[in-house]
């Protein structure tokens, strides 16, 4: 992990800022799942195709979401696993402030547990995995 002074630091803080828009948090929720177009991802947040592609332009730029045309049609899916796990960690905080046992913590519910191995917390990655 960087010193308190990397410039990743700064970096970080525009991530966040970028991940801190509703519609750009459930689209990537949603992308989990895998590819999708424009306007399939419109029906699933409940936005319009014009709004959903605007969010997706800032989520291409950062470099957050790729692109696959076939035709005329642009599909979107995730780059890597990074920003999914970080919204992860962000709704399960949410849990935490909402109810008294968090959704993630309860006994047998496994709906939020597949990307964290299962205990719904991330775990650390070794130095060498890094």
Same mark, same amino acid.
């Given at each position: ?8 630091? =700064?970096?970080?803080?525009? +991530? *966040?800022?970028? %991940? /801190? ?7 990537? %929720? ?6 999708? /177009? ?9 936005? $319009? @195709?014009?709004? +959903?592609? #605007?969010?997706?332009?800032? %989520? ?5 979401? #790729? ?7 642009? *599909?979107? /899916? ?8 970080? =919204? !992860?960690?962000?709704? *399960?905080?949410?849990? &935490?402030? +909402?109810?008294?046992? @968090?959704?993630? &913590?309860?006994?047998?519910? #496994? /709906? ?13 990655? $070794?130095? $060498? !995995?890094?």
């Amino acid at each position: 992990m960087g010193d308190v002074d990397d410039e990743y630091v =700064v970096l970080a803080a525009e +991530v *966040f800022s970028l %991940l /801190s828009d509703t519609t750009r948090i459930r689209l990537i %929720l949603t992308l989990r799942a895998g590819e999708m /177009s424009v306007g399939d991802l419109a029906e699933r947040v409940g936005k $319009s @195709p014009t709004a +959903v592609s #605007q969010h997706l332009a800032k %989520l291409r730029w950062a470099k957050v979401v #790729q692109t696959r045309q076939d035709g005329t049609r642009v *599909f979107y /899916s995730l780059i890597d696993e990074h920003a999914a796990l970080l =919204v !992860d960690q962000a709704v *399960f905080q949410a849990e &935490h402030a +909402v109810d008294a046992i @968090p959704r993630h &913590h309860r006994a047998g519910d #496994q /709906s939020r547990s597949d990307s964290t191995g299962g205990s719904g917390h991330a775990s650390r990655d $070794s130095e $060498s !995995d890094r």
